[in-house]
T-cell receptor
């Protein structure tokens, strides 16, 4: 099964950019990379997803390496409200399984 | 549009009992998936239903089962509860599971004593 690897935790200062890395070295050609985040006491919420090209939306940007073995979620200007656990998820179409990484707990310092 | 709702929000059971959790998806969503979240194992996929059929299943024992009704509402059942089943159970709905954004409910916190 393809797996994702993320750092356990990261810290960033408020109003600065944050780069959250994810390694997925065994990704296959048709697997999508999804990012979700979970705020305290809430269910996860969708952030962004992509296949090969970099993606932008109002919440974040997703930078995908050329070989697709890693990706980086970019929060352009972190706020206190962005403190959450961020999950990098590989949608493995071949096996129809969803495999979650352990997630990165992001701390935002005021 | 109303979000995903789960009932009950909190539940306390004892070992050996069984429990049924309910999930009402966003209107129009036909895919409902269930997840177990524990501090030690993180977020783990249980199963996914689409149009009343279980399409995908994670690596959980047969004590964990589910079903989906014609209105897309879904129930999850756990029989013969064990202490290790204490967890937050989340459901998510989407138009289609592996191509569309999943919308998660707030979860049901199950405590097994």
């Amino acid at each position: 099964d393809a797996k994702t690897t993320q750092p356990n935790s990261m810290e960033s200062n408020e109003e600065e950019p944050v780069h959250l890395p994810c390694n997925h070295s065994t990704i296959s050609g048709t697997d999508y990379i999804h990012w979700y985040r979970q705020l305290p006491s809430q269910g996860p919420e969708y952030v962004i997803h992509g296949l090969t090209s970099n993606v932008n939306n109002r919440m974040a940007s997703l930078a995908i390496a050329e070989d697709r073995k890693s990706s980086t979620l970019i929060l352009h200007r972190a706020t206190l409200r962005d403190a959450a656990v961020y999950y990098c998820i590989l949608i493995e179409r071949r096996d129809d399984k969803i495999i979650f990484g352990k997630g990165t707990r992001l701390h935002i310092l005021p | 549009k109303a979000g995903v709702t789960q009932t009950p929000r909190y539940l306390i059971k004892t070992r050996g009992q069984q429990v049924t959790l309910s999930c009402s998806p966003i209107s129009g969503h036909r895919s409902v998936s269930w997840y177990q979240q524990t501090p030690g194992q993180g977020l783990q996929f249980l199963f996914e239903y689409f149009s009343e059929t279980q399409r995908n299943k994670g690596n959980f024992p047969g004590r964990f089962s589910g079903r989906q009704f014609s209105n897309s509402r879904s129930e999850m059942n756990v029989s013969t509860l064990e202490l290790g089943d204490s967890a937050l159970y989340l459901c998510a709905s989407s138009l289609d599971w592996n191509t569309d954004t999943q919308y998660f409910g707030p979860g049901t916190r199950l405590t097994v004593l």
